[in-house]
Nanobody, 116 residues
Framework: QVQLVESGGGLVQPGGSLTLSCAAS????????MNWYRQAPGKERELVAR????????NYASSVKGRFTISRDNAKNTVYLQMNSMKPEDTAVYYC?????????WGQGTQVTVSS
């Protein structure tokens, strides 16, 4: 079965950096685009970044463009989200996601808190 396991969340000061990882299993990872979403308290889940299967294209939410970088290692079945120049408004639970065969799969999420 499809499994997505996020890791790397934690507490970081404003202006700091953090890298999230999402380990995937149960499907041919290299064939699918991968996404990072986030959900802040009281807000809807939003798409943060997306990367195509061969890393040929990436897309970012305007709120993170220039600060976040999505990447993937198809040999390790892992997608990453490098977050720099972090702001308090980046505080949220971060999820990775894949759309496969008409179904959407989510990880359990990892909490990211940006605070001094």
């Amino acid at each position: 079965q499809v499994q997505l396991v996020e890791s790397g969340g934690g507490l970081v000061q404003p202006g700091g950096s953090l890298t999230l990882s999402c380990a995937a299993s149960g499907f041919t990872f290299s064939n699918y685009a991968m996404n990072w979403y986030r959900q802040a308290p009281g807000k809807e889940r939003e798409l943060v970044a997306r990367i195509t299967s061969a890393s040929s294209s990436t897309n970012y939410a305007s709120s993170v463009k220039g600060r976040f970088t999505i990447s993937r290692d198809n040999a390790k079945n892992t997608v990453y989200l490098q977050m720099n120049s972090m702001k308090p408004e980046d505080t949220a639970v971060y999820y990775c996601n894949v759309f496969r065969r008409s179904s959407v799969y989510w990880g359990q999420g990892t909490q990211v808190t940006v605070s001094s």
